[in-house]
């Protein structure tokens, strides 16, 4: 893109004929097999995700080593250790492989690249130890998108007592948003939310079982929570949740440092009069 862009300023090439090679680099395709999205973190702020759950090792490793080609970076989700160890013996020497095995998520880089730092800061809370896997998806995702993470794991409120200094701990950082993560009722989130001056996005697990077993019972209770500024995502979707929560922690980032910038500007202007 950067070259296409280049190429314009020079004026090489038009306006219209730039605007048509960006669109035909928008998308890469593997084959036949895939279509990636290699401008998404351009476009929208969040990069291109590979679910690697329903595919064969062997899919994903073509098309994450094509994500790195086009993007400088794959992250591949839901990869399970035989996903990940062939990610691991397919990837060339120029490009680091790192396994998040408690998220679950393969985290490919070219060398050299780094991913941009958004100035959002998230807090992540579980309600149980079992949250913990989708907690640490939701983590690496809104890492991988520029944001800083504050965590806090088995605070829900079996115990209550446990959640609030965690709580204080977040509002202490000042974080942009929290993501609650529950199973079984799902009542931490709704706690969480009647509490908290900054948005909450809640995430249901399948932890629970018996009557609203898999996670419905905790979906169904989140929806119909009382707290005003509380969203919802599906069950188990951390990936869903780190990506809506960076966007938005990220958007008041970028509002803070313009913000700042303006009262900066403001003080020098009398100065110089």
Same mark, same amino acid.
């Given at each position: 893109?950067?070259?296409?862009?280049?190429?314009?300023?020079?004026?090489?090439?038009?306006?219209?004929?730039?605007?048509?090679?960006?669109?035909?680099?928008?998308?890469?395709?593997?084959?036949?097999?895939?279509?990636?999205?290699?401008?998404?973190?351009?476009?929208?702020?969040?990069?291109?995700?590979?679910?690697?759950?329903?595919?064969?090792?062997?899919?994903?490793?073509?098309?994450?080593?094509?994500?790195?080609?086009?993007?400088?970076?794959? #992250?591949?989700?839901? +990869?399970?250790?035989?996903? /990940?160890? @062939?990610?691991?013996? $397919?990837?060339?020497? =120029? *490009?680091?492989?790192?396994?998040?095995?408690?998220?679950?998520?393969?985290?490919?880089?070219?060398?050299?690249?780094?991913?941009?730092?958004?100035?959002?800061?998230?807090?992540?809370?579980?309600?149980?130890?079992?949250?913990?896997?989708?907690?640490?998806?939701?983590?690496?995702?809104?890492?991988?998108?520029?944001?800083?993470?504050?965590?806090?794991?088995?605070?829900?409120?079996?115990?209550?007592?446990?959640?609030?200094?965690?709580?204080?701990?977040?509002?202490?950082?000042?974080?942009?948003? #929290?993501?609650?993560? +529950?199973?079984?009722?799902? /009542?931490? @989130?709704?706690?969480? $939310?009647?509490?908290? =001056? *900054?948005?909450?996005?809640?995430?249901?697990?399948?932890?629970?079982?018996?009557?609203?077993?898999?996670?419905?019972?905790?979906?169904?209770?989140?929806?119909?929570?009382?707290?005003?500024?509380?969203?919802?995502?599906?069950?188990?979707?951390?990936?869903?949740?780190?990506?809506?929560?960076?966007?938005?922690?990220?958007?008041?980032?970028?509002?803070?440092?313009?913000?700042?910038?303006?009262?900066?500007?403001?003080?020098?202007?009398?100065?110089?009069?």
């Amino acid at each position: 893109m950067r070259e296409i862009l280049q190429r314009l300023i020079e004026g090489r090439i038009t306006l219209d004929e730039a605007e048509r090679q960006l669109r035909i680099t928008a998308i890469a395709e593997v084959g036949s097999l895939a279509k990636i999205d290699i401008n998404r973190q351009v476009r929208k702020g969040v990069p291109e995700i590979i679910l690697a759950e329903g595919k064969s090792p062997g899919d994903v490793v073509k098309i994450a080593l094509e994500t790195v080609r086009g993007t400088g970076r794959a #992250i591949v989700s839901r +990869a399970a250790v035989d996903v /990940a160890e @062939a990610l691991r013996a $397919a990837v060339p020497a =120029d *490009v680091s492989f790192e396994f998040q095995e408690a998220a679950r998520i393969v985290l490919l880089r070219r060398r050299g690249f780094q991913p941009e730092t958004g100035g959002g800061k998230i807090g992540v809370l579980t309600a149980g130890t079992s949250d913990i896997p989708v907690a640490e998806e939701a983590k690496v995702v809104a890492e991988e998108m520029g944001c800083s993470v504050v965590s806090a794991y088995d605070v829900g409120v079996a115990g209550i007592h446990r959640l609030f200094p965690s709580l204080r701990r977040m509002i202490d950082e000042d974080v942009d948003v #929290i993501i609650a993560i +529950a199973g079984r009722e799902g /009542a931490m @989130a709704s706690v969480v $939310a009647g509490m908290v =001056d *900054v948005p909450v996005v809640a995430v249901p697990t399948s932890s629970g079982y018996g009557f609203g077993e898999k996670g419905l019972g905790a979906l169904m209770a989140m929806l119909q929570a009382c707290p005003l500024g509380l969203a919802v995502v599906n069950i188990d979707a951390g990936v869903a949740a780190g990506t809506f929560a960076a966007l938005i922690a990220n958007r008041a980032a970028r509002a803070r440092g313009l913000s700042e910038r303006a009262r900066s500007g403001a003080s020098v202007k009398p100065a110089q009069a």
